[in-house]
């Protein structure tokens, strides 16, 4: 089960990423290729999230999780 405080560890983990971050996790592509990517999660991180293939959102989980310490 996710805590209130869980969450705002997560929130504050996923607002606090950039983009090196997001590139060594696997979640965009590194360089020019990962140009529009990056963007978009600026922009709507929740759309870039929703949009994200599941392999690539698990990227994202796992490295917020390992930021964080959770252990869900």
Do not use: C, Y
Request: without cysteine; negative net charge.
């Amino acid at each position: 089960m996710i805590t209130g405080t869980d969450l705002l560890q997560i929130s504050l983990a996923r607002v606090n990423m950039d983009r090196t971050d997001l590139e060594a996790a696997g979640v965009i592509d590194p360089g020019e290729a990962g140009d529009k990517a990056w963007t978009n999660f600026g922009r709507d991180m929740d759309t870039f999230i929703l949009k994200l293939p599941e392999w690539r959102r698990a990227a994202l989980a796992e490295a917020i999780q390992q930021r964080v310490g959770l252990s869900h």
